[in-house]
C-alpha cells in the first residue's frame, strides 16, 4: 500500500514549503505550549486532576469566569457592533479618533488598564463616587470584573464586525425599501443575516479574550473566594504554592470548556452560514 | 530577518567574572538599591575589581519559581524561608542554608502592624479591634502573597496569647476584608490610594514607607500588643555560581548585610537589623518593643505552609465551609 502524501500536489506553486513553515511555527508557538499542559494534565492522572477541579472553591471561580466572559462578550456584541456601525456608516467630527481609541485596549499592558479601571470605580474614584450615592458598588464587586472584561474584549467586535458593514452595498438596502419593506424589516431580513458570522467570530474572540483575561480583573475583582475570585487567579495561587500539578488541572479545565464553546459557536456559524448561504 | 529577531530577544548576558545577580521580593527595591551602591564601594575600596551588580524585584513566590526554572541568581534575598527551601528542594543549593548565617540568614528582620487614617478614627489599638462592628480589614491572599502568611499568623499568635480560639478569630478577621489583594504592594494601594477600609496590615517596613510617601498627615502606624517576627532570609545560588571569583562576591555581598554598614542601611530602610553600632540613633529609636513570636513557633515554614495555606489548610476552610 503505498502512502498517500500528506498534501496533494497543488498547481499553486511553493504550497510545501509555506505549508512546513506554517505547521512549526503553529506547533512551536501554539500546540506545544498546550501539548505540555496536557502531558502534564495526563501524566497526573485524571483522578487526580478531577479532584483538584472539584471543589466548590474551584467550581465557584470557573462558573464566575465563564458567567462574566459570556456576559461581557454579548454586551460588546451589542455595543461593539453599534460602534462598528457608527464608524462604518456616519461621517462626524473626530470620527477618526474614536476609530483609532478602539484599538487602544489592544496596546494597553492590561494591568494598566485594571488599575485605571479601579481608580475610576472605587468609591473614591469619580465614576465610583457617583454609583456610590446610588448605593450602587462597583470596583471589587462583580460589576468590577464586568468592567474590565468589556474593555478587554470590545476591539474584537468592532474591528471584525467594520469591514464587513463597509462591504455592504448601500443598493441592497435601497432594493429592499424599493420593495416596500420597512427600515426595521430591512435591519432584520437583509443586514443582520449578512453580519451574523462576523458578528459570532467577534462575539467569539471577545468571549475567549475575557475567560483567560488576568491583569486587568485582579486589580479590580476584590478577588475574595467563592464570590469574586476567577480561575486565572487560582491558577496563580496554585503555582505560588509551587503546585504545578493542581495549577496544571485547573489550566486543563478552562481550556476544555472553552474548547467546547468555541467549537459550539463554530456550529452555529457553520449552521448560519448554510441557511444565509456564503456573504 | 533571523539575526534582527534574534537581536531583539536576545537577553542581557551576565555571568561574567564579577557580576551578581540578587533575585529578591517587592519591598526590598529601596533597600537593594541603596546596598549595591554602599557594597560597590566597599568591595573596590578593599582592593577587588568594580562588580556589576542587578537586583530583580517581583513577588517573593514568583522570584522562588524564576530561580528554580533557571534565572541565573548567585543570591536570593526573599520573603519567606520558605521560599529558598523551594529553591533547596529543586537542588540549586544544600538543604541546611539557613545555618550558614547568624540570625537563621536573615540579616534584618520586620514584623506586622496597622496603618490606620489620620487620629485612628475607629479607635484600633490592638488584633482584637480588628473584628469590631463596621471595621474593615485590607490585607492580601495568603494563598498568594508571602507578606499575607504573616499577617495571617501575627493575629492567630495574638489569638492564642489571649485566650481566644485562633482559628475562630482568624476566620472572623478574614470576614472583615472587602477586598484580597495578591500582593503586599497591592494592597497599600487600595488602602492608602483608593481610600478602602479602616486598617492594613502591612509589613513595618512599607508602613513606614507609606507614611513617607503619602505625608505623615495622613495615616497613622499603630503597632498591636503581639505580632510575628518576620524573618526574610539571604542565601547564595550555590549551583549558580561559576568561579571562585564569583562566589567570593556572592559571600561578600551577603556578609556586607551583616556590617555595621549594611546594618545602618536596613535601619534606614525601616528593618529591624541587628547591629545598631553605625547605625543613625533615630533610625533605631524608631521602633517600639512588642511581643514577637516566631515561625519557629508553628513548627517552622514547611509544617506552617502546609497547614494553614496549602490546598483544604485552615485558610481554605476559613473561606470554604466542609
Known amino acids: 500500500m503505498s502512502l498517500r502524501p500528506f498534501i496533494r500536489r497543488s498547481p499553486m506553486p511553493g504550497l510545501g514549503l509555506s505549508m512546513g513553515i506554517t505547521l512549526t511555527m503553529v506547533s512551536l508557538v501554539v500546540l506545544l505550549p498546550i501539548g505540555a499542559l496536557m502531558m502534564r494534565g495526563i501524566a497526573y492522572g485524571p483522578a487526580n486532576l478531577w ?35 457608527v464608524l462604518a456608516r456616519y461621517r462626524f467630527p473626530g470620527r477618526r479618533i474614536l476609530d483609532a481609541a478602539v484599538d487602544l485596549p489592544f496596546a494597553l499592558p492590561t494591568a494598566v488598564a485594571g488599575i485605571a479601571l479601579t481608580a475610576l470605580y472605587v468609591p473614591k474614584g469619580v465614576l465610583g463616587g457617583l454609583a456610590a450615592g446610588i448605593g450602587w458598588k462597583i470596583a471589587y464587586t462583580q460589576w468590577g470584573i464586568f468592567i474590565a472584561l468589556v474593555f478587554v474584549g470590545l476591539p474584537f467586535v468592532t474591528r471584525t464586525l467594520q469591514p464587513v458593514i463597509e462591504e455592504i452595498d448601500r443598493e441592497v438596502e435601497e432594493a429592499s425599501a424599493t420593495l416596500g419593506a420597512s427600515r426595521a424589516h430591512t435591519l432584520r431580513r437583509v443586514i443582520l443575516p449578512m453580519l451574523a458570522p462576523a458578528a459570532l467570530t467577534g462575539f467569539a474572540l471577545a468571549l475567549a479574550r475575557a475567560v ?8 479590580i475583582a476584590g478577588n475574595l473566594p467563592m464570590k469574586t475570585e ?24 478552562m481550556l476544555v470548556i472553552s474548547f467546547a464553546m468555541l467549537l459550539a459557536i463554530n456550529l452555529i456559524q457553520i449552521w448560519s452560514r448554510r441557511r444565509i448561504g456564503d456573504v | 530577518m533571523t539575526a534582527l529577531v534574534a537581536g531583539m530577544l536576545a537577553l542581557p548576558q551576565t555571568g561574567a567574572a564579577a557580576d551578581l545577580l540578587n533575585v529578591s521580593y517587592d519591598p526590598t527595591r529601596e533597600l537593594y538599591r541603596d546596598v549595591n551602591t554602599a557594597f560597590a564601594k566597599a568591595w573596590t575600596d578593599a582592593g577587588h575589581p568594580a562588580p556589576t551588580i542587578e537586583t530583580s524585584h517581583g513577588g517573593s513566590g514568583a522570584q522562588a519559581r524564576a530561580v528554580i526554572e533557571g534565572l541565573d541568581a548567585q543570591v536570593v534575598t526573599l520573603a519567606l524561608g520558605g521560599d529558598i527551601d523551594r529553591i533547596a528542594a529543586a537542588g540549586k543549593l544544600p538543604a541546611d542554608w539557613q545555618s550558614k548565617r547568624p540570625h537563621n540568614a536573615s540579616p534584618y528582620t520586620s514584623t506586622i502592624v496597622f496603618l490606620v487614617h489620620k487620629g485612628n478614627p475607629k479607635g484600633i489599638r490592638d488584633w482584637g479591634d480588628l473584628i469590631g462592628e463596621g471595621v474593615e480589614v485590607i490585607t492580601p491572599n495568603p494563598k498568594s502573597s508571602g507578606g499575607a502568611r504573616w499577617n495571617y499568623l501575627a493575629a492567630w499568635a495574638w489569638a492564642e496569647k489571649n485566650g481566644q480560639d485562633p482559628r475562630d478569630f482568624v476566620g472572623k478577621l478574614y470576614q472583615h476584608v472587602p477586598v484580597l489583594d495578591s500582593g503586599a504592594r497591592g494592597a497599600t494601594t487600595t488602602f492608602a490610594q483608593r481610600g478602602i477600609g479602616d486598617v492594613l496590615l502591612a509589613w513595618e517596613n512599607e508602613a513606614y514607607l507609606a507614611l513617607e510617601e503619602m505625608g505623615k498627615d495622613q495615616f497613622d502606624i499603630v503597632v498591636p500588643s503581639v505580632s510575628i517576627l518576620a524573618e526574610p532570609p539571604v542565601a547564595v545560588v550555590e549551583a549558580n555560581i561559576k568561579n571562585d ?37 533615630e533610625d533605631v529609636a524608631r521602633f517600639p518593643k512588642l511581643d514577637l513570636v516566631d515561625i519557629a513557633h508553628f513548627g517552622g515554614w514547611s509544617k506552617a505552609q502546609a497547614e494553614h495555606f496549602g490546598d483544604g489548610g485552615i485558610f481554605d476552610q476559613i473561606y470554604v465551609p466542609k
Open chain 1, 230 to 253: 476567577i480561575a486565572p487567579l487560582l491558577i496563580v495561587i496554585q503555582l505560588e504554592e509551587f503546585n504545578y500539578d493542581a495549577a496544571a488541572a485547573i489550566g486543563i479545565a
Open chain 1, 212 to 219: 483567560g483575561e488576568y491583569g486587568s480583573v485582579i486589580f
Open chain 1, 51 to 85: 479532584a483538584v477541579i472539584d471543589r466548590p472553591r474551584v467550581w465557584a471561580a470557573l462558573l464566575l469566569s465563564f458567567r462574566l466572559a459570556l456576559l461581557a462578550a454579548l454586551f460588546n456584541l451589542l455595543f461593539g457592533g453599534l460602534l462598528a456601525w
Open chain 2, 245 to 281: 571569583e564569583q562566589r567570593q562576591l556572592a559571600e561578600g555581598y551577603l556578609d556586607f548585610l551583616y556590617s555595621p554598614q549594611g546594618q545602618a542601611l536596613a535601619y534606614k530602610h525601616f528593618y529591624r537589623a541587628w547591629d545598631a553600632s553605625a547605625a543613625a540613633p
